[in-house]
């Protein structure tokens, strides 16, 4: 059985950042492709960034140049690093790990204006 626990996440202004952590229990973190999501009051939940087994990553245009996803496999775990906040990026992110489609209970992000 695999957990995922997230944590880092809190209330910061505008231009602000932040850096989520996700920690995995179990032995197949490090042969996944781990992810970000999130998902906004009243919407749907969204992709934010991935990245792969050998630590190539991909971003939401919405993250381009503002986030930074990386992985540290003797640690079981996968960081977000969140730059330049916008009160958009506000909601609940989520990690993923894609072999077995395990999902954390999320980290409230709150960015104000």
């Known amino acids: 059985q695999v957990q995922l626990v997230e944590s880092g996440g809190g209330l910061v202004q505008a231009g602000g950042s932040l850096r989520l952590s996700c920690a995995a229990s179990?032995?197949?973190?490090?042969?996944?492709?781990l992810s970000w999501h999130r998902q906004a009051p009243g919407k749907q939940r969204e992709w934010v960034a991935s990245?792969?087994?050998?630590?190539?990553?991909r971003y939401a245009d919405s993250a381009k140049g503002r986030f930074t996803i990386s992985r540290d496999n003797t640690k079981n775990t996968v960081y977000l690093e969140m730059n330049s906040l916008k009160p958009e990026d506000t909601g609940v992110y989520y990690c993923?790990?894609?072999?077995?489609?395990?999902w954390g209970q999320g980290t409230q992000v709150t960015v104000s204006s």
């Open positions: 179990g032995s197949s973190f490090g042969f996944s492709v």
């Open positions: 990245i792969s087994l050998g630590g190539g990553t």
């Open positions: 993923n790990m894609a072999t077995g489609g395990y």
